[in-house]
């Protein structure tokens, strides 16, 4: 028979080139030309999307290539962290005492201050610092002892901890004139009525708080202020030192 001027190989079913196939190809996603395939267009779909949603929600993480350096992350702003600082500053020699709040039955060393017990211990200097301890106060040990006659005694503690958190001498800032310390120390209990509350730079510390002669007193002494570097344990500007006097 005469040709019909189809070209017969393009109707062969087994024709790799065949249109039908072509298409059949294509809807099926198994398709080898420039065309994606519908799977594929669907999974890179579904992959922009995933990226649009974690970058909306702030929590995207950009990895770095092998050899590559990590990309810079935002550092903390120091300013954004500060230890609190009183209302305001008084010096107040005989103030009314507040009634004092009944000693806690606890065993050990302890100061109370607006009703929370705090852990104490003896603590020594070293290199001009003192050695304060993470979670309690710290009783210098080469000063006045509480109770003593004459000079001055000395417990510092930390303002906040290192994740943030409210440290053992947050309430400092909140003294007021006459307000009760409690000082529990080798099993003798002593008061004393808050007198002054005043704030100095770390570099300035006043001499009295090292007093080895004077009439008896107790000094309170924590950070306050802005923090001036991250560089290891916080750092601050001020230390902020309540005063107290023996209780009559």
Known sequence: MGSSGVDEDSQDPSNPDSTQ???????AGETHTGVLPRTAVLAVLAAIASIIALVASGIFIAKSLPGQAPPPQPSETITSRSAPLPTETFSVPNPEPSPAPPAPQISGDAVIISGHTIPLQ????????????????GLYEDQAQPGAERGAALIAAHVDTADGGQGPFWPIHRLTPGETIIVLHQEQEHHYIVTELSVHEQTQLPPELFDHAGDHVLHLMTCAGAATDTDGPWRYEDNLIATAVPAP
């Open 21 to 27: 196939q072509r298409l059949a190809a294509i809807r």
């Open 122 to 137: 003896t603590i020594g200097a070293t290199g001009g610092h003192l050695q304060i301890p993470e979670h309690d106060a």
